[in-house]
């Protein structure tokens, strides 16, 4: 049996969800206090809606994540330098963990939503095996890293939306000197010194 395409007015209420819940979570203190009753009221919208739509917060939490990310992942799948899978692995590893941290960066609240989704460990978040599974794939490429399964974590622990909310929120360190001592600790790590001039 063919799969059913969405109603069109399934369509817009979904879009208009996840608008109002990207609005909510960027305008909040603390992303636990956004509740699907809000959500369903900044929408306009009934909260059965949402979970028909989503199963529950964490469900609504994903989908808006993932439709941020998406455009990243295509880029890193099937884009061009740097990202791209063409890309030297010495110059896509850099490029990936930047591209990680800008889009924390940009949705800090949807980040720091979904990595407290379920437990305080963001290594249980689906997004991130998929962050790791793809790192760890180019850093192994690189010389000196027939393992990169450790590597990959390490790395990806200087990007935590707890951590880049504290550097960017509390420390007030800027979007620049937050990219720039990235890909400096990255170069140490992966070997290759200090980038900056």
């Known amino acids: 049996m063919p799969e059913r395409k969405p109603r069109a007015d ?6 208009a969800v996840l608008a109002a819940a990207d609005r909510l979570f ?21 909260k059965g809606t949402l979970f028909r739509g989503f199963g529950d917060r964490t469900g609504l939490i994903r989908a808006l994540y993932e439709a941020r990310l ?7 799948t099937d884009g061009p330098r740097p990202l791209g899978p063409d890309t030297p692995p010495a110059e896509r590893v850099p490029a990936l963990l930047d591209a990680v ?6 949705h800090r609240h949807l980040s720091l939503a979904l990595e407290g989704t379920g437990s305080d460990s963001p290594y249980r978040a689906e997004h991130y095996d998929w962050w ?11 010389p000196g890293f027939p393992d990169g ?6 790395l990806l622990a200087a990007v935590r939306a707890d951590l880049v909310d504290h550097l960017a929120g509390r ?14 600790f990255t170069a140490r790590v992966l070997g290759g010194g200090d980038p900056t001039p």
């Open 10 to 15: 399934a369509l817009r209420n979904r879009e």
């Open 26 to 46: 960027a305008a909040c203190d603390r992303p636990e206090d956004v509740t699907m009753a809000d959500i369903a009221a900044a929408a306009g919208v009934g």
């Open 70 to 76: 998406e455009p990243v992942r295509r880029a890193i």
């Open 101 to 106: 941290l800008c889009f924390k960066l940009d």
């Open 132 to 142: 790791h599974a793809t790192l760890r794939d180019v850093v192994e490429q690189l």
């Open 149 to 154: 399964d450790f590597t990959a974590h390490a």
């Open 171 to 184: 420390r007030q360190m800027s979007r620049e000197r937050l990219r720039a001592d990235l890909a400096a």
